[in-house]
């Protein structure tokens, strides 16, 4: 079998010194990602040094399956990415890439951060929205926005930005707001200029609601990998693997329907299960103090009005009238002579 393995750093899954056929890709050469890891700030990294690897690919931003077809142009086996799709500016097209990697039925595997489980705590969980607009705008840079998000809800417990499962020690923020507000006002200033690129998480999961974006992305015809398994694990991450499938039919409406529903109430429960004794333990706010303020209130009451209209007599033709006024004429004149 031959694969490709994304950002390994320190950490190989498949390591080439231990005879897999492995083509490495990252961001820098390997003598650059040591040079990294003797300086970095965590002992645990420093201590690896001799594990990372040469690259065979240095990543500038070309899509990755132009560059590793190169090397081998029918395919390969596997693509190994861990703790590698959260930092992708496009998440969509970097899994289209790795889906253009594989050999039919190939294999995807990937680490991903559980975001119950890290610094991306209090994030809200990614959404087909952000997934689409990310895809349609080709990003290959984190915007502005990202970088704030990342830098003023970055969580932390106990002082750690990741943990194993059931801790509930208290949550605090790794940064202040004040300062992240000051580099994004920075960045809006530098966009349009030559900067450096400027990493960060961007995507943010559970492991139902990581199933659901790619139940969707499977059902609009975006993404040919469909999840053969995903497990969760007591670290800060869960394991998924994907296969390549050049026909993924469409589900039902219904059942689709009945799928999406399904994975977001489990996505609720899941978080509710890891971080609900966190918010269950913050008491409540009083009730403000209900005030009675009695306003006076004049009544108009509306009392119907007969309305008189006199009725007019009836209009007689002329000469009947001039018939009957002479008829009492004459009865008077005989009246007064003692003839009527």
Not at 116 to 143: G, N, Q, V
Not at 295 to 319: A, D
């Amino acid at each position: 079998m031959v694969g490709v393995e994304i950002g390994p750093f320190f950490n190989p899954i498949a390591p080439k010194a231990e005879g897999w056929k492995t083509t490495v890709i990252d961001y820098q050469d390997g003598e650059g990602l040591r040079r990294t890891a003797r300086n970095h700030p965590e002992r645990t990294i420093r201590s690896k040094v001799n594990t990372i690897e040469d690259v065979d690919i240095v990543w500038d931003g070309r899509p990755l399956d132009k560059v590793a077809l190169k090397r081998n142009a029918a395919g390969y086996d596997f693509v190994i990415a861990s703790h590698v799709i959260e930092h992708t500016p496009d998440i969509l097209g970097f899994l289209q890439q790795c889906s253009r990697l594989l050999k039919p039925d190939g294999v995807v595997s990937l680490a991903v951060p559980d975001m119950r489980k890290c610094f991306d705590l209090l994030k809200s969980p990614t959404s087909i929205r952000e997934i689409l607009t990310a895809h349609r705008e080709r990003r290959i840079r984190h915007t502005p926005e990202v970088l704030f998000e990342a830098r003023a809800w970055a969580t932390t417990r106990d002082a750690r930005g990741a943990w194993v499962a059931g801790n509930h020690l208290p949550i605090g923020f790794a940064h202040s707001f004040g300062k992240a507000l000051r580099r994004y006002k920075a960045d809006i200033r530098q966009m349009g200029k030559a900067r450096p690129y400027v990493d960060a998480h961007t995507w943010f999961f559970t492991p139902a609601s990581f199933e659901l974006a790619i139940m969707e992305l499977n059902q609009i015809g975006l993404l040919s990998l469909k999840i053969a398994w995903l497990e969760e694990n007591q670290g800060s991450e869960f394991i998924v693997q994907m296969r390549r499938a050049d026909i993924i039919e469409a589900m039902p409406p219904d059942k689709f329907d009945a799928e999406r529903i399904r994975l977001a109430l489990k996505h609720y429960a899941e978080f509710d299960s890891e971080v609900g004794p966190s918010y269950r333990e913050i008491p409540s706010a009083p009730e403000p103090e209900r005030v009675i303020v009695e306003v006076p209130v004049e009544l108009r009451v509306e009392v119907p009005v007969e309305v008189f209209v006199p009725i007019e007599p009836p209009i007689e033709p002329t000469l009947d009238l001039m018939r009957r006024l002479a008829s009492r004429i004459r009865r008077k004149m005989l009246s007064l002579v003692g003839l009527a």
